[in-house]
């Protein structure tokens, strides 16, 4: 029997159902961000997400992903081989196998600025959002994607299977540039409202626990890597969710807090970002112990937006960048190339040494800064031109109705 053909098909087939998975992860950001925002702003959070959904796709075949993929080798930025998807089809010598990666990879795009959206929440205007998601795909995403995934970080051996830096340290980042040139809700930190419905935060944190085993267990065939490995992958997104979820609540109990929703929403997504670096490098102990980390600290991490003034509405940075970051810096201790007869270097733990962590140190602070960087200046042209921030009028009514001209609840 010929298993690698069988997974070549099987592989392929995978890798669609992954690259669906992974879309409708953004519509379950949206419940996610929206349930745990106030009701009169659901509908702008809806549209802040699916509007991720209908311009980033476009921008990428047109432009993002040749920028993004080619050439692969240490450079800063790709070419422009395959703008306007110039030279991907199905009818080439890999069967569309290249068509199939970009509309996968194109997935990741959307939802990465998406996450930022939960950051700005109740606040930003939308026309700036419209301009920002474009601009900001281009001038951070794309170059940062480049140089994790085959430019000058990856090629000097940094790890980052499925996104933690490239995406989650990325996007959580940004949100804190984004929130420190946009400013504070008028009610933050005294009168911040509670989260308006419970049931949307658990079903859009259901939908990206779904999703994330396309997001993570996918990248095993579109990195063209070997069956177990996406096994492993699929196990480790499963139990770092759990643990992470576990280690929220202990950490609330431990501090006299009763067990909520938000704390078990909030942990399963946390447990789920820090494995996404080393899904396919760790074993699943390993996720085990990652899931605890980021569940563990996360909550720690959410607190201390209140003593340093910065207004994240819904702890982006506090759980994506958090998270993201521990998990990019665990897989210097967890990696193990031989149990998965890869090449890339072991971690502390696997007898590699400190080589993969100061490795993983390099790329996730050159990604901080610049994303930083780069985001602050697109919001500060954003807000000199276009306006950024909506007025207090606004704010106070909510923006669906300000921003939209509608109301995601209506009384009979």
Not at 157 to 172: E, K
Not at 246 to 255: E, G, I
Request: hydrophobic share 55%; aromatic share 10%.
């Amino acid at each position: 029997m010929n298993i690698d053909g069988i997974w070549s098909t099987a592989g392929n087939a995978w890798l669609l159902v992954s690259a669906a998975l992974v879309l409708f992860m953004t519509p379950g950001l949206a419940l996610f961000y929206g349930g745990l925002d106030r009701g009169r702003n659901l509908a702008n959070m809806m549209m802040m997400n699916f509007w991720c959904l209908l311009v980033v796709p476009v921008l990428w075949v047109v432009l993002g992903f040749s920028l993004a993929q080619v050439p692969f080798d240490a450079g800063w930025i790709g070419g422009f081989d395959h703008a306007f998807l110039r030279g991907l089809g199905v009818t080439g010598e890999d069967g569309g196998f290249a068509l199939m990666v970009v509309a996968f990879l194109g997935m990741f795009a959307v939802i990465t600025p998406a996450l930022i959206s939960g950051a700005v929440a109740g606040r930003m205007r939308f026309r700036a959002w419209a301009v920002f998601v474009p601009v900001w795909v281009l001038l951070v995403y794309v170059p940062v994607f480049k140089w994790i995934y085959g430019g000058w970080l990856g090629s000097r051996g940094s790890l980052d299977f499925a996104g933690g830096t490239a995406i989650h340290v990325n996007a959580g980042i940004a949100a804190l540039a984004c929130v420190l040139v946009l400013g504070r809700r008028r009610a933050f930190p005294d009168r911040v409202p509670a989260p308006h419905s419970l049931p949307l935060v658990m079903i859009g944190a259901g939908i990206l626990w779904f999703g994330w085993f396309g997001f993570n267990a996918g990248s095993a065939p579109a990195a063209l890597a070997s069956m177990g490995t996406a096994i492993q992958a699929f196990m480790n997104t499963f139990l770092a969710a759990a643990s992470g979820g576990l280690a929220w609540l202990a950490v609330d109990a431990l501090r006299g807090r009763k067990a909520t929703n938000v704390a078990v929403a909030s942990g399963i997504v946390a447990g789920l970002v820090a494995v996404t670096p080393g899904a396919g490098y760790v074993t699943g102990m390993s996720a085990v112990a990652i899931g605890i980390v980021a569940g563990a600290v996360c909550p720690l991490a959410v607190g201390i937006k209140v003593r340093l003034g910065y207004d994240d509405a819904l702890d982006v940075v506090g759980v994506h960048f958090v998270a993201g970051l521990l998990g990019s810096l665990l897989v210097g201790v967890f990696a193990d190339p031989g149990y998965f007869g890869a090449s890339h270097k072991a971690g502390l733990l696997a007898g590699g040494g400190a080589s993969l962590l100061l490795e993983q140190l390099l790329a996730n602070g050159a990604v901080i800064v610049y994303s930083f960087v780069v985001t602050a200046l697109i919001m500060l042209a954003l807000k000199a031109t276009v306006g950024v921030r909506a007025d207090e009028g606004s704010e106070d009514a909510g923006l669906d109705a300000t921003e939209h001209g509608e109301h995601a609840y209506v009384a009979d």
